[in-house]
């Protein structure tokens, strides 16, 4: 399905977020918000509270354990989250194309941060371009090229040598292929599990960390005056005691740095709320995780961490879409969005229960074929 066909135009009567007023919203024939009266509108919700299209912040649309899958299955998963609100993501490495997604009017739309930039023999088969440092800049420049603004490394992973984690990159290329990303206008994000990378990586100037459960007060402090965001994957640390266990004979340091990963990792992640750091929701779906966690995700942030149900959910819509440079509700915008029976910032478990989800103008019920 290409280009941008006429749509049924709609109306809706609820309570827009973050706003919280009770309004009413057109979308015309192009899908588009506005804020005319449109003739023949069906109306879809006169009730309700509605959000701006969820964000999954950190997914991976191609990729499952064993790597990348075809196009069946990458249908399957983007639509997954599609029907749990999810309507922008930003795929944090693929190592399949998945631009043909692009065509499609009934699917998400999707940021790609190109493929992961592994060291050679230090990440997960069948995932990333592993190279040697001598290398980095020049795949930055190719990874650039094959994402949509954003370029993923993999910041450390099990160095064999001492059994543990590790920096993948020396600091200075590190910074040298960062400053090289900034000139060809696109960020840079990393995984980052221990200590060591991330504190290196903020000090080079690197846009966004991921997972970071290796932040002390100094690297949150640190990230606060750059503005250097974090996607915590607070689902994806939930799995760290099993990883740990099925290391613990190979690599029993490795082990343990990681429970202790996993035992200060609130703290830390609240800590760096505290310093301000700008927080945002990604479930790291794909890979080992299925798709369409991302309400298990807002509400960790909330009940684990620590963040109000409001900026919760906030790190999962309107900041979200605000952070990759994508519009909220308003006139003009592609009609994204999600309606609720119920606030969702009461209990943040409604995001489990959409009852209708509108992607380009056109109306989903979910686990049903388009309304209209």
């Known amino acids: ?102 065509d499609r009017d009934d699917l998400p739309r999707l940021i790609r941060a190109g493929r992961h930039i592994a060291r050679t023999r230090r990440y997960i088969r069948h995932y990333g371009e592993e190279i040697e440092p001598d290398h980095l800049v020049s795949e930055v420049e190719r990874q650039a090229a094959r994402g949509d603004g954003w370029v993923k490394l993999v910041g450390d992973w099990i160095e064999r040598e001492v059994g543990d984690l590790a920096p993948s990159w020396p600091a200075d290329v590190a910074a040298a292929a960062i400053a090289r990303a900034h000139e060809l206008g696109v960020r840079v994000t990393a995984h980052c599990f221990g200590e060591q990378s991330v504190a290196e990586l903020v000090a080079a100037g690197i846009d966004c960390i991921e997972h970071g459960t290796g932040i002390t007060d100094e690297v949150a402090a640190d990230m606060a005056r750059r503005s250097t965001a974090l996607v915590p994957t607070r689902v994806q640390i939930g799995n760290f005691p099993t990883y740990a266990e099925r290391a613990v004979e190979k690599f029993p340091t490795y082990a343990a740095h990681i429970r202790d990963l996993h035992a200060k990792s609130d703290a830390r992640l609240h800590a760096a709320l505290d310093a301000g750091v700008r927080v945002y929701a990604g479930t790291d779906a794909g890979g080992v995780l299925p798709h369409g966690l991302i309400a298990r995700e807002v ?29 909220r509700l308003e006139p003009g915008a592609s009609a994204d969005l999600v309606v609720y029976d119920e606030d969702p910032r009461s209990d943040l478990r409604v995001l489990e229960h959409p009852r209708v989800v509108v992607l380009r103008g056109r109306a989903f019920r979910p686990g049903t074929p388009r309304l209209t």
């Open 1 to 102: 399905m290409s280009g941008n066909p006429a749509v049924q135009p709609l109306h809706l009567r609820a309570v827009v977020l973050p706003d919280e007023e009770q309004r009413e919203l057109w979308v015309d024939d192009r899908g588009r918000v506005t804020a005319e009266l449109v003739a023949d509108a069906e109306t879809i919700a006169d009730r309700g509270w509605v959000v701006p299209g969820l964000v999954d912040a950190h997914c991976h649309v191609g990729l499952a354990a064993h790597g990348g899958v075809d196009e069946v299955e990458q249908e399957r998963q983007i639509s997954t989250d599609r029907d749990t609100g999810v309507l922008l993501l930003r795929d944090a490495g693929a190592p399949v194309d998945t631009h043909w997604i692009d």
């Open 299 to 327: 509400l960790a942030l909330h009940e684990q961490v620590g963040m109000t149900a409001q900026d919760a959910l906030a790190s999962a819509s309107w900041a979200a879409r605000e952070w990759l440079g994508r519009p």
